[in-house]
């Protein structure tokens, strides 16, 4: 184990559909001015903020360099201030290594997405594929996670009912998430008969739009009472990147998830998840992605995630009691709202969806299409 | 700060990425593209340690980081599905209209299987493990596209090892249930015949025939009038109050909002002529900005000018300008703002330049030409130009025709009797046939409908002709 990371304060705006009335920097504000009340940290050269990461995504934005956008509301002028461009999480383990490797000792961390501006998320998504192989077909993440699905589905004996079960779960959930989106309580005949998005996914198994943004400050060990009295540990961080195409992946194998976490489990002295952990945060931006990410992570087993539904391995897990990803966060930041979940349960500040007595938590994130990136980290009280 | 305030005032503003890029193809990919383009192959490449092939190709093995760059193996035009999905939404960045089949295809000969679109069969019906086989695509786009699609094979492996399956004659490919349907609902169309009505052109004008509309109020009195009479479609060139053809954005919405307004079914054609002497962007801009359904593209650069019919003498000179430049830019900007380009053919030559354009691929199908006759300038109407012209189009695509003057009625009769559809409107001729000036496009529209009915043809409702047309209402 190496030195530990403290995540000081979290702070978000509620999910929702399409914050028209709202740029994304009011939006981002917002969270800035809770940090700064939270803890009190200062932009004080010698003392306070001298490094500034923001998470956006430049096609998401309409905006060449996207973070230009932002660094006077976040206080990133006349500092210095990095960029992560990809799925949120690495933000965060980006803000650790400017910590652990000495290079700062107080980090805040900002990330923002608003789906609701572009017309279509889906030409975002086919924007990820290269120009001459893949997107000429109209590849998008819908239709790379489609295939995925069939292909998982049929390995683990997931069926159209246990995903109807998880949208169930996931909008039931997040009635108590006073920040989830608010999304219609369905039943699983509502979600059997959504019409067909891209076979065999429902649209109601897949994440609708969704505005959000969130900050949180990071600072080191010996600096941490400075800032809070609760402070969360960032224990354990891993990431893999699997093939880029579709074809050369096992794209049931869970392969980048699987190394991510044994990376994190290894750095945090993890040795049996199922026992370890108190609860788990998953990137489910699709419905058969909590099955298979729950494998991925080892609390199901290999190819048992149908079974693993029907036995309550979501409740006996504490799964996602936030409603997940699914219920809508943006692509972008599905791992921020994880990782943030994860602190306020640890916290002990998760109001209705509290895990009594929760000391570790595993937040997880998943992007490119079919989950060919993956990172895991793990949080303790 | 609060997230909930007053939103009277908040205002949004739209915006839009649309960037041009060239990308080079990297070395594999040049040479897996152009094979693919020129020789109609699929090539791999094959890890000399692993024996793994891949498709596409690449330079390093990522099992054993061998370089492979060299070792080219050509892969056959068959394979296996892997896993497939079926896409039920419509989107820009997609090749094909929802429903349709996207695939992962594992080529016989290579390991590693590859995404691509599979036709010809109904989605229920596909199962992985089965056979299919590339069917390349008549015009080249330079990208995996060069195979338009797969379909299942037409003889499977296990159909040649069995003998009693061998005698059997190949089985043309299964089409999925809606694609039957559109086709038949397609060819029961082109039955039907459109009349479109031109309504004032650039250079008819109230002293030549007073029912010609200048103002965005006329112009939607008359649409409707047309509409009555059994027009689906209007072509529009707006004008001034003075009766100028104009490229002002505002004045051209307008005119094209007061016709839907008035007339919401009608199908609206618009001019990206405009009229004499008017810039390249001054004509396309116009049409990105109004977004018709329809607008007109103009093949060759030809003289445009009023010479008196009789004496030959030279009234107004002009030349009209469309350069292969502007018909392919005028082209891809139409296509990618959604309007429908109506390729106006003043000659064999203007089909010819279109054809050359076209080999870049971006205009969507079905294809829809207007054969224009009678301009001094182009040619004029005879029958058998005419069925020249017809047997030249690409197969599959709807023509029109109108002519200028007395070419009118004779070329939009030929047109009736050939399969094709009918433009009339006071931009090409002021007259009925009995000589007399018509109180109307709307008039030329009656007269349509009765050639229509001699011919056999029934008239197209707006919708029938979207149909036929492959326009999407707005």
Redesign the interface.
């Known amino acids: 184990m190496g030195k530990r990371v403290a995540v000081c304060a979290v702070a978000q ?2 999910n929702d559909p399409n ?4 740029r994304f920097q ?2 981002l ?2 969270c800035f ?1 809770s940090i700064m009340e939270q803890t009190k940290v200062t932009f004080d050269m010698e003392k306070g903020i001298r490094t500034v990461i923001t998470c956006s995504d430049d ?1 998401f934005d ?1 905006r060449t360099i996207s973070n230009n956008g932002v660094t006077d509301v976040v206080g990133a002028q006349f500092r210095g201030e990095e960029k992560m461009a990809q799925e949120s999480i690495n933000g965060l383990g980006y803000a650790m290594a400017s910590i652990l490797s000495g290079h700062d000792d107080v980090v805040l961390f900002m990330g923002h997405c608003k789906e609701s501006q572009g017309e ?1 998320k ?2 975002v998504t ?1 924007l990820a594929y290269d ?10 993440f ?2 790379a996670d ?2 995925q ?3 998982y589905m049929r390995k683990s004996g997931v069926t159209d009912t246990h995903l109807a079960k998880v949208v169930v779960r996931s909008r039931k959930n997040a009635r108590k998430n006073p920040y989830a989106r608010e999304c219609a309580l369905v039943d699983e005949q509502d979600v059997m008969s959504s ?7 429902r649209e109601m198994h897949y994440y609708p739009d969704t505005d959000w943004a969130f900050g949180m400050l990071l600072c080191c060990e010996e600096r941490v009472k400075e800032f809070t009295k609760k402070p969360v540990w960032i224990s354990g961080y891993g990431s893999c990147m699997d ?1 880029y ?4 992946r096992d ?1 049931t194998s869970n392969f980048s998830l699987k190394n991510a976490a044994k990376r994190a489990y290894e750095k945090a002295g993890i040795k049996d998840p199922r026992k370890e952990i108190n609860l788990f945060e998953l990137s489910d931006h699709a419905a058969y992605q909590l099955p298979m990410w729950a494998e991925g992570v080892g609390i199901a087993d290999e190819g048992k995630g149908g079974a693993w539904i029907d036995e309550g391995g979501m409740e006996k897990y504490n799964v996602n009691l936030s409603g997940g990803q699914l219920n809508g966060n943006p692509l972008l930041l599905g791992g921020a709202a994880r990782a943030i979940e994860c602190v306020l349960q640890l916290r002990g500040e998760a109001g209705d969806r509290q895990v009594k007595g929760a000391k570790k938590a595993l937040a997880q994130a998943a992007y490119g299409g079919a989950g060919q990136h993956q990172a895991v980290v793990i949080l303790e009280a | ?1 609060s ?1 909930d ?1 007053d ?1 009277k005032d ?1 205002f ?1 503003v739209d ?1 839009k ?1 649309a960037l041009p ?1 060239t ?1 080079f ?1 990297g070395r594999m ?1 040049s040479k897996f ?1 152009t094979t693919l383009r020129d020789e109609k192959k699929i090539m791999g490449v094959k890890c000399p340690v692993c024996n793994k092939v ?1 498709v ?1 190709p690449r330079q390093t093995c ?1 099992v054993d980081m061998t370089d492979i760059r060299e070792n080219w193996v050509e892969l056959r035009n068959t394979g296996e599905v ?8 419509d ?6 209209k929802a429903p349709f089949i ?1 695939a ?1 295809i ?1 080529l016989d000969g290579a390991d ?6 599979l036709e010809g069969i109904a ?1 229920e019906e596909v199962k992985p493990g089965m056979r299919v086989e590339a069917v390349f695509a008549k015009a080249t ?1 330079s ?3 060069d195979i338009d699609h797969f379909e299942p094979a037409r003889v499977s492996k296990v159909q040649v090892s069995e003998p009693a399956e061998r005698t059997q004659a190949p089985a043309a490919a299964p089409r999925s249930k809606e694609e039957m349907e559109q086709d038949e609902r397609r060819k029961a169309m082109s039955k039907k015949v459109i009349i479109t009505a031109a309504l004032a052109g650039a250079a008819t004008m109230k002293n030549q025939n007073p029912a010609v509309p200048y103002t965005p109020q006329e112009f939607a009195e008359d649409a409707y009038k047309c509409w009555k009479a059994g027009a689906a479609m209007v072509h529009v060139h707006a004008r001034e109050d003075g009766g100028m053809a104009t490229h002002d954005h505002k004045r051209i919405k307008d005119t094209h909002d007061a016709i839907k307004e008035k007339c919401p079914d009608l199908i609206v054609n618009m001019s990206s002529a405009v009229g004499m002497g008017k810039t390249a962007e001054q004509r396309i801009s116009q049409i990105i900005h109004v977004k018709p359904e329809m607008a007109s593209l103009n093949t060759n650069t030809m003289n445009f000018s009023l010479v008196d019919r009789k004496s030959g003498k030279v009234f107004i000179d002009f030349v009209f300008e469309n350069t292969f430049t502007m018909l392919q830019d005028f082209g891809k900007a139409m296509e990618e703002a959604g309007v429908k380009p109506e390729m106006e053919l003043y000659d064999m030559g203007g089909l010819d330049n279109w054809l050359l354009i076209s080999k870049q691929g971006f205009f969507t199908k079905p294809y829809n030409f207007n054969f224009v006759w009678g301009v001094a300038g182009g040619q004029a109407f005879r029958p058998d130009a005419f069925m020249t012209m017809k047997h030249a189009l690409p197969e599959g695509a709807n023509f029109t025709t109108c002519g200028v003057g007395t070419d009118q009625f004779p070329a939009i009769t030929m047109s009736s009797l050939a399969g094709g559809h009918m433009r009339v409107g006071l931009e090409d001729n002021i007259r009925i046939p009995t000589g007399e000036l018509a109180k109307g496009s709307y008039e030329q529209v009656e007269w349509a409908v009765k050639i229509a009915e001699i011919a056999g043809r029934e008239v197209a409702t707006p919708d029938e002709a979207r149909e036929i047309m492959g326009l999407r209402k707005k």
């Open positions: 705006i509620k914050y028209w009335h709202l009011n939006m504000h917002e001015e096609v309409a279509s889906k030409m086919n120009p001459f192989y893949c997107r000429p077909l109209g590849l998008d819908v239709s489609a295939l699905a069939r292909a019409p067909m998005l891209a076979d065999p996914m093939s195409f579709l074809g050369d794209l | 700060m997230l305030f939103r908040c949004v915006g990425l890029y990308y193809a990919g593209i891949y596409p990522e892997t896993n497939f999905t079926v896409i039920r939404y989107d820009k960045h997609l090749p094909r996207l992962l594992k590693s299987p590859f995404a691509h679109i989605p786009t990208t995996i596209l």
